[in-house]
Nanobody, 125 residues
Framework: VQLQASGGGLVQAGGSLRVSCAAS????????RGWFRQAPGKEREFVAA????????DYADSVKGRFTISRDNAKNTVYLQMNSLKPEDTAVYYC???????????????????WGQGTQVTVSS
């Protein structure tokens, strides 16, 4: 089982970026998929999550209205569209997959069973 994150890069403040996370080695259509991020010297924090059908999503307050999570179950892939990026969005972004269906636990890293390797997003001011 492997989660492969991609699409990170360097972007100016106010710009947009889309990161992707492809799953392989299993079927993840029934899994909750999430995105977390970790900036240097800080703890890993929740960014967004989406349920198996894509019908339920959750976002951190800091990204609401700017980021959109979506998924394509046929491709075992989840996306994070990031708009109006700010320098404080700079971090390594990690994707995750888990089986916990209770929305209130999605913000916790411990709720996820599988993690990708991370992709760097840098927003310059």
């Amino acid at each position: 089982v492997q989660l492969q994150a991609s699409g990170g890069g360097l972007v100016q403040a106010g710009g947009s970026l889309r990161v992707s996370c492809a799953a392989s080695g299993g079927t993840f259509s029934s899994y909750v998929r999430g995105w977390f991020r970790q900036a240097p010297g800080k703890e890993r924090e929740f960014v967004a999550a989406i349920n198996w059908s894509g019908g339920v999503t959750d976002y951190a307050d800091s990204v609401k209205g700017r980021f959109t999570i979506s998924r394509d179950n046929a491709k075992n892939t989840v996306y994070l569209q990031m708009n109006s990026l700010k320098p404080e969005d700079t971090a390594v972004y990690y994707c995750a997959a888990g089986t916990k269906t209770m929305r209130w636990v999605w913000v916790r890293p411990a709720a996820y069973d599988y993690w990708g390797q991370g992709t760097q997003v840098t927003v310059s001011s």
